[in-house]
Nanobody
Framework: QVQLIESGGGLVQAGGSLRLSCAAS????????MAWFRQGPGKEREFVAA????????YYADSVKGRFTISRDNAKNTVYLQMNSLKPEDTAVYYC????????????????????WGQGTQVTVSS
C-alpha cells in the first residue's frame, strides 16, 4: 500500500512558478514510477508528466514540455513538479500517482496504469 500526499499548490500570476511535491509512504517507493495528472474545471483528467522509478527516464505532455520539470528524490520518497511560465490554462487540481510499470507513451500517460493516487492540490493561475 502506498499513500501519496501532494502539497505546494496555490494562486500565482501568469508567467509565475510553483513547485509541487508529492510525499509517498512505504518502503517501496523506488519500485514505482510516478506521475502527475491534472483536472481543470469542466475538463477530464489529463496526463502531465511521469518519471521512471530510477529517475532515468521522463515523459511530458506536449502542453507542458519545456515549462514543467518532473524529478524525484528516492532518499526522501518524494516526487516534484517544477512549473514555470504558468498560464491560466494550467489552472487545475494536480494529482500525484504511482505505478509499477513503465513502457510506451500510452502506458506511461494512461491513468489506468496507476495504482495509487493522492488527494490533489489546487493550482490557480490568474491572468
Amino acid at each position: 500500500q502506498v499513500q501519496l500526499i501532494e502539497s505546494g499548490g496555490g494562486l500565482v500570476q501568469a508567467g509565475g512558478s510553483l513547485r509541487l511535491s508529492c510525499a509517498a509512504s512505504g518502503r517501496t517507493f523506488t519500485t514505482y514510477s510516478m506521475a502527475w495528472f491534472r483536472q481543470g474545471p469542466g475538463k477530464e483528467r489529463e496526463f502531465v508528466a511521469a518519471i521512471k522509478w530510477d529517475g532515468g527516464s521522463t515523459y511530458y505532455a506536449d502542453s507542458v514540455k519545456g515549462r514543467f520539470t518532473i524529478s524525484r528524490d528516492n532518499a526522501k520518497n518524494t516526487v516534484y513538479l517544477q512549473m514555470n511560465s504558468l498560464k491560466p490554462e494550467d489552472t487545475a487540481v494536480y494529482y500525484c500517482a504511482a505505478a509499477r510499470v513503465w513502457g510506451s507513451s500510452a502506458v506511461v500517460a494512461g491513468s489506468r496504469s496507476y495504482d495509487y493516487w493522492g488527494q490533489g492540490t489546487q493550482v490557480t493561475v490568474s491572468s
